[in-house]
């Protein structure tokens, strides 16, 4: 009898929970679905099986230059989280190490400085931009996403490197271990799963950030977010290129994040729930 | 343990981060702080000065102000109620044990991943849009009349879309939470007779209480800067009907180089979220004491 309960609400319980989740995705399954629509069919009412032409996808790269952007994204992301992982890395070890009197009040602040809000700091910040001629620039562009997620990086690695056991230095250390080879061999192999966690994640926010990306760049620095912006003025009918372009921006990301949900809450939450 | 040297490497090694958001975090916002006092616009310079508190004395007097602090206010307060409640329930559900759930989690949190102006615009057109949206289609099948969602109720299409955005994240953060409630405790629970119901009252939602707060708190600092969504859709109107802070700070910056008024805009959103931010750090220290 509770077998036949349990499979009963098994049952309702996948219907209800296939049935909401599909309503979730929609607008991406619908997107993904118009990209292989022509024009046409695009804007001739709802319909779920397109003819499966692609010839969004290459009048998106023939009109307006798809892969320059695709590239910068690239650069930009994968660049700033470098960068960000070099001053961080430092930062983190010392503190998960050999923490002082003063590790959790900078790790307080550095949080802090997250929660300012952007446009507090927009009009210095293009000025500064601006004389320096960083305006439009992938390397301008590229500091900046960095210091947007060095508060996050240096927190991540933190909770990560703090789980890594003191007592295997130790024994490292009475068995005659140098510190070179303490950090070659024992810290680094501990400490690579963590710092690939918080590069992927990093990664994902770097892409999608989308108030720096915009106004700082025009056309030879912009990335996805703000070629997929100019689509906000249309003209003549764009519903396929427009679902085109944006699966492409999407894509890789939305596979990276599937793969990173329990690095997400952790580097999101600040390590406050695991 | 520590020496004397190991102290001063470590201080070497947190050098870099620490000045280099020490510079990034202060410098701006000192030329916010003193352009918020001025009257400074580079395309009028003749009445460049010092004008006191007059910049901030306009979020009293000019409607646009209030109305975007309002449309802040409703915009974070109406996502955050509908993504914590939608959040719990999505969570107890898929917490349920059934088949494909795995593939469910991929669906739900996939539209925390879209890019803020890909989100707005595919709500915009392929949603929402009053002609050739899925919601027209819908309401023409029903034989009702498409709505105008971005004329007629663009606050609400607005939060429709950013609550689109992040209840994925509030669910996932929630649902881990749920994960790492005891089963045991669960079972005698059970034993003792309480229902799903008291279950949840008295042994789930305490349980959750400490992950529902930080969504809220994270949530907020994000959602106070909600701009891209807005830009791509009704940029801020019809009127200011969908303004919130930032876009407002956007429009007097860079659009009519109103450079104090955007500054006084600036520090007030500073405000707002130290006002938050002073609850999450209270919330995120407790964590590191543990």
């Known amino acids: 009898m509770a077998r036949a309960v349990s499979t009963q609400h098994k049952t309702i319980a996948t219907a209800a929970a296939w049935i909401v989740a599909l309503l979730i995705f929609f607008p991406i399954l619908y997107t993904i679905i118009t990209s292989f629509k022509s024009e046409q069919e695009a804007i001739q009412g709802f319909n779920l099986f397109p003819s499966g032409t692609t010839e969004s996808y290459t009048a998106v790269e023939a009109q307006s230059g798809y892969f320059k952007f695709f590239l910068n994204s690239v650069f930009l992301s994968v660049g700033s989280t470098i960068l960000a992982l ?17 590790t959790k009040d900078i790790l307080m602040w550095m949080l802090s400085t ?3 809000p952007a446009v507090a700091v927009l009009f210095p910040i293009y000025l500064i931009f601006r004389d320096t001629g960083l305006l439009d620039s992938r390397i301008g562009l590229m500091v900046m ?6 508060p996050i990086v240096v927190w991540m690695l933190y909770t990560y490197f703090r789980e890594i056991p003191g007592e295997i230095l130790e024994a490292a250390r009475m068995d005659g271990a140098s510190l070179w080879n303490e950090i070659v061999y024992v810290l680094t192999p501990m400490a690579v799963p963590g710092i690939a966690s ?4 990093n990664i994902i926010l770097a892409w999608n950030e989308a108030f720096w990306t915009i106004r700082l760049t025009t056309t030879e620095a912009a990335p996805l977010t703000a070629f997929i912006s100019s689509f906000s003025s249309p003209q003549g009918l764009f519903w396929a290129k427009l679902s085109a372009a944006s699966t492409l921006a999407i894509a890789p990301i939305l596979i990276m994040g599937w793969f990173s949900q329990k690095q997400l809450v952790r580097g999101l939450t600040f390590g ?3 | 343990m520590a020496t004397q040297q190991t102290r001063s490497l470590a201080r070497f090694m947190m050098a870099p981060s620490v000045v280099l958001l020490f510079v990034w975090m202060i410098v701006p916002l000192a030329f916010t702080l003193w352009f918020s006092f001025q ?19 306009l979020f009293y007097s000019n409607p646009a102000f209030l109305q975007s602090i309002l449309n802040t206010l409703i915009l974070v307060g109406s996502v955050l109620l509908i993504t914590v409640i939608g959040g719990i329930l999505l969570a107890l559900l898929i917490d349920q044990p059934m088949w494909g759930q795995g593939i469910v989690r991929i669906l739900v949190i996939s539209p925390f991943f879209v890019m803020p102006p890909v989100a707005a615009l595919v709500w915009k057109n392929m949603i929402m849009h009053p002609q050739y949206g899925v919601f027209a289609d819908i309401a023409r099948f029903f034989g009702g009349q498409p709505i105008d969602w971005f004329g007629q109720y663009p606050m609400l299409a607005i939060i429709i879309i950013v609550a689109w955005q992040w209840l994925p994240f509030a669910t996932l953060i929630l649902l881990t939470s749920l ?5 045991e405790q669960k079972e005698a629970a059970e034993m003792d007779g309480a229902g799903f119901i008291s279950r949840f009252i ?3 939602l305490p349980h959750m209480s400490r992950a529902i707060t930080v969504v809220l708190l994270i949530q907020t600092i994000f959602l106070l800067s909600v701009y891209a969504e807005i830009l791509v859709t009704t940029n801020g109107g019809p009127g200011y009907a969908s303004t919130n802070l930032p876009f407002l700070v956007y429009q007097k910056a860079l659009l009519e180089f109103k450079i104090g008024q955007a500054s006084a805009g600036g520090i007030i959103a500073v405000i707002l979220a130290n006002i938050v931010a002073f609850f999450a750090m209270r919330a995120v220290g407790r964590n590191l004491d543990k």
């Not at chain 1, 890395?89 to 190490?97: C, D, E, G, K, N």
């Not at chain 1, 918080?198 to 994640?201: H, K």
């Open chain 1, 86 to 102: 070099l001053v961080a890395i430092p930062a983190a070890w010392s503190m998960a190490f050999s923490p002082g009197k003063w």
């Open chain 2, 179 to 183: 994960q790492s409630l005891d089963g």
């Open chain 1, 114 to 116: 997250k929660m300012m």
């Open chain 2, 39 to 57: 009257q400074y616009n580079p395309l009028n310079p003749i009445r460049d000065g010092f004008v006191g508190f007059s910049n901030y004395a």
């Open chain 1, 272 to 274: 406050a729930v695991k």
């Open chain 1, 145 to 150: 996403l960095m210091l947007i997620n060095l």
């Open chain 1, 198 to 201: 918080t590069m992927l994640l």
């Open chain 2, 202 to 204: 008295y042994l789930t």
